[in-house]
Structures are given as C-alpha cells and as structure tokens.
C-alpha cells in the first residue's frame, strides 16, 4: 500500500476535483495542517475520505502571526480533537524566512509537550534550522519525522541516533541532496510524501498523492531493491509509528 505521510488537499488548487485526486490514490494520505481554518478543513476531509488520516498544527511561519494567547487556543483545539488525527503537522521550525528564532523555539516546545501528552507523533518542517530543530527534539519521548530534511550528513547521522525518522518527497529524482540522504538511512526509518500540491517531480505540475510512485521507483534503484519491498516495508513503517 502507498503511503503519503505529507499533503495539503485542502489548498485551494485542489479545490475542483479533491475527489478525482483522492479516488485515484491506492493509499494512505496524512493531511497536514498550517493554521486554525486549515485545521477545520483537515479534520473535514479525513470524515469525508476513508484513505485520508489528519494531523493537526500551525506553521512555523503561521504560529509567528498570532499571539501566544491566539497559539495556546489553537493547542486547545487539537487537544480537543485528539481522537480524530493520528499526527501533529506541520509543525517545526523556518529560519529561511524569520529570524525570531527565541520565539520559534518556545513555539514548538509547546507542541512537543502536547505531542508527549496526547502521545501523537511529530512531522516536522525544518528549513533553514536542522542543527536547531535536533537539539530542541532530541529528548522527547514522541516519534519525530522530519519532513524533507537539508541537513548534512552528520545532522542525518545524529537524527538517526535519536530513533528520528525521514520523509522523502517525490522531487527526489531531481534533487542530489535527497538522494544522498536516501542513501544514508535504512529503509525502516524512510517515509514518502508529496508535500502536494509542492515538490512535484515534473516540473510547473502540480504535485498529487499519486506521485509517491515516483519516490518509490527512485528508493529501489539507489537501494538495489524491488519497489514492491520498497512499498511494503515503508507501509510497515506507517504501522509502526502511526497505528
């Protein structure tokens, strides 16, 4: 079974044909939100699709334009809706594009003591701050998936060490540093995702859950195995951290 452990089908440019896009998937797509409305329309997508799981948070980018009254609320409202998700996403931290780096930090220390506390695991954006988001992840007691990861080989090697596990997006085949990282993890601790409608492996498309496809043939040549056991041990992956 396909797994899309990444995607947002609740932006707008899946807005006329989400049903063709789901249907067409043979799979298990984790919705992640980005904000308090995206995680109003998440929690109603995964009632409407059978294939579609949600996971709840807000943005790292998103978290810096409400208060931290505003973010406690939106805290609130995933620990309310606990029952309903299997992951909290995305959440993490962006240093490409904010340098409030003190504020970040305490942001997503609140959503590890929530992942601790609901007992969820994290799918965590890390741009521009992956030495950064390790150490603040690195004692948690919660399953950490660090979704398309641009760290180096030590930061690979590290996250490895702390039991943390990897996603890998479908622009892989056109992307050096994935393929690296490919390389470096053991098949048990990789995931696919789409990050859709981002990431797409043919370029100016729009990227679908579909895709996944393309990162499992990708996987199996660089590992020298067939994509039937590439599918199969990362569907056990998906039970092991998200059952």
Known sequence: ?????????????????????????????????VNLESMKKTLEISKKYKNVKAALGVYPLHC???????????????????????????????FKESQEREIQIRNLKKFISLSEEIKKPMIIHSRKAESEVLEVLKNTKSNVILHYFC?????????????FYFSVPTNISTNKHLKR?????????????????YLSPVQEQRNEPINVEFTIKKISEIKNISENEVEEQIYRNYLKIFS
Not at 181 to 197: G, H, N, S, Y
Request: aromatic content about 6%; charged content about 30%.
């Open 1 to 33: 079974m396909l797994i899309d452990i990444h995607a947002h089908l609740d932006f707008d440019r899946f807005s006329n044909d989400l049903d063709s896009v789901i249907n067409k998937f043979n799979g298990i797509i984790i919705q992640n939100s």
């Open 64 to 94: 810096m334009e409400i208060s931290e009254k505003e973010l406690d609320e939106q805290i609130e409202f995933i620990k309310k809706n606990k029952d309903k998700i299997i992951a909290l996403g995305e959440i993490g931290l962006d």
């Open 151 to 163: 760290g180096n080989a030590e930061l690979i090697k590290k996250a490895l060490e702390y039991g």
């Open 181 to 197: 990282l490919v390389k470096l993890i053991p098949l048990d601790r990789l995931f696919t995702e789409t990050d859709c409608p």
